[in-house]
């Protein structure tokens, strides 16, 4: 025993014919395993009946009549400071139901008197287990979800059904409804054609006639964890395979994701072909390359927020003249800072708003740079004062300025650049003055008369001139008074 240590428990996958029994047995129930603790929240049968009998009643250490819980022995052993919970796919699954009941039941069967470890969670292209009404858990139930949730995080493929099973039922009707419109094309590439004549054909138009219906009786079914969502950028073939970006997603944000593909969407013959082995080979794949997004998020599954933000600024102090690592960086403290507001706070306080803008100045060219670093100023400045404050005492306010003048074709930049300033200036008249003062609605103007068929650029624009000038709520009353007087209307349009 060299001192305290951490414990990792992994659930495989699917591999057995048994697998598929365990996954249609999905009737939520409320587990054995939180009966009085969370009686409100249910769990998949089969799944919660796989962890009783694969866990439960031996790492726990439930159904002992004599001598401490197991759970309990080795922790002690050990000196375990931290369990991290892990597995793929129905393993994923598996998992998370297994941690959420360590959280759960660990602090009583180790008593008071002992440390209890910190329950972590990490999972891959993992469904959801849990089913629950918001509506109904207690006050108690929610905060237990809420901090579980916390430490919990589930790395997905954007394209990947799993994930979405079995709450989603509109993504899964869509993404199938596109497999058996564009069959022919797709799937004969990755399953042999005996299995689509048979299983696959008759399935799919089950769904075309109006079967979806039948999925919606287990929409309560919904992700606990955050979602590290990754996704081809620009890929056409197998070989751009390893070109993806990464996102943090709430289990909200994620619900509200809708699937990528079908007729009028971004359509391709071979991005939804990456759905099934992208799904089964995905830690693999990950195990294999050094993806630094990735690196980035995948170390934050055991340390705090605090700790996270730290590692992430002294990287990019470590490594100034790397746009991507800078990039990367500031992307991930974007994504901690608009799922958490405390993650905010923390970059705000480890000094993150001044690297943040250095960033910029020194990799002014860079789009993708400009573009995370204004969201991250966006979701720094809401509702938060002393952001604000710091933001425009750090020359905030004219750098995202300057990356407008840079960018002023990208969009996402103007997108992003003008919802960073609406922020800066809610609410605060000193910070409405300096965007005056650097030229911020001159700018504006400019931009939407050389984009007049940019309904992006306007929508942003109109909301930009009306939050600075204030002068939206009187153009609007005055169209409404005097809606049938035509002097008036051609002078507000």
Not at 191 to 214: C, D, L, Q, R
Request: charged content about 25%; glycine content about 6%; overall charge negative.
């Amino acid at each position: 025993n060299g001192g305290p240590s951490n414990m990792l428990i992994a659930f495989r996958g699917f591999v057995t014919a048994n697998d598929w029994s365990t996954n249609s047995d999905a009737a939520p129930i409320i587990s054995r395993l939180w009966l009085k603790e969370l009686s409100n929240v249910k769990v998949h049968a089969g799944w919660d009946g796989a962890v009783w009998n694969r866990y439960a009643q031996t790492v726990l250490g439930y159904d002992l009549e004599k001598g401490k819980p197991k759970a309990s022995e080795l922790l002690e052993a050990f000196e375990v400071e931290k369990i991290l919970f892990a597995g793929h796919s129905l393993g994923g699954a598996l998992a998370q139901i297994a941690s959420l009941a360590a959280t759960v039941k660990l602090p009583q069967l180790l008593g008071k008197c002992e440390m209890v470890p910190e329950v972590r969670t990490f999972v891959f292209a993992a469904p959801m287990p849990f089913h629950f009404d918001d509506k109904k858990l207690s006050e108690e139930e929610k905060d237990v979800l809420a901090n579980y949730g916390n430490s919990s995080y589930n790395l997905v493929f954007d394209m990947d059904v799993v994930p979405r099973i079995p709450g989603h039922h509109k993504w899964i009707a869509s993404s199938i409804d596109d497999f058996r419109k564009m069959g022919k094309k797709r799937i004969p590439f990755i399953v042999p054609s005996w299995i689509i004549k048979k299983y696959i054909t008759p399935f799919m138009n089950k769904i075309a006639e109006g079967a979806v219906e039948n999925l919606r009786t287990f929409e309560k079914y919904k992700h606990v964890s955050k979602l590290l969502v990754f996704n081809l950028n620009s890929a056409n073939s197998i070989d751009e395979f390893t070109s993806f970006k990464v996102q943090l997603y709430s289990p909200e944000n994620f619900a509200n994701l809708q699937y990528p593909f079908g007729p009028g969407k971004n359509d391709s013959s071979f991005k939804p072909l990456l759905g099934l082995p992208a799904h089964s080979c995905l830690p693999e794949t990950l195990a294999r390359n050094s993806f630094p997004a990735l690196r980035l998020s995948l170390s934050s599954s055991f340390v705090s927020g605090t700790e996270e933000v730290c590692k992430l600024l002294t990287e990019m102090k470590e490594d100034k003249k790397s746009p991507e690592a800078q990039r990367y960086a500031i992307e991930h403290l974007n994504a901690l800072a608009a799922n958490d507001a405390d993650s905010g706070a923390h970059i705000a306080h480890a000094g993150g708003i001044p690297q943040i803008l250095e960033a910029m100045k020194i990799h002014e060219d860079s789009r993708e740079l400009q573009e995370h670093a204004c969201m991250t100023f966006s979701h720094l400045a809401a509702n938060s004062t002393d952001n604000q404050v710091a933001i425009a005492k750090a020359g905030g306010i004219p750098q995202i300025i300057e990356a407008v003048k840079k960018h002023e074709t990208s969009e996402k930049v103007l997108k992003h650049a003008w919802m960073a300033l609406c922020n800066l200036a809610a609410n605060n008249d000193d910070n409405k003055v300096a965007i005056v003062e650097a030229g911020g609605i001159q700018q504006i103007c400019e931009i939407m008369k050389n984009h007049k068929m940019s309904e992006e650029v306007q929508k942003h624009g109109c909301k930009m001139l009306c939050d600075l000038t204030g002068l939206g709520n009187k153009v609007l009353e005055a169209t409404n008074n005097h809606e049938k007087s035509k002097v008036v209307q051609e002078e507000v349009w």
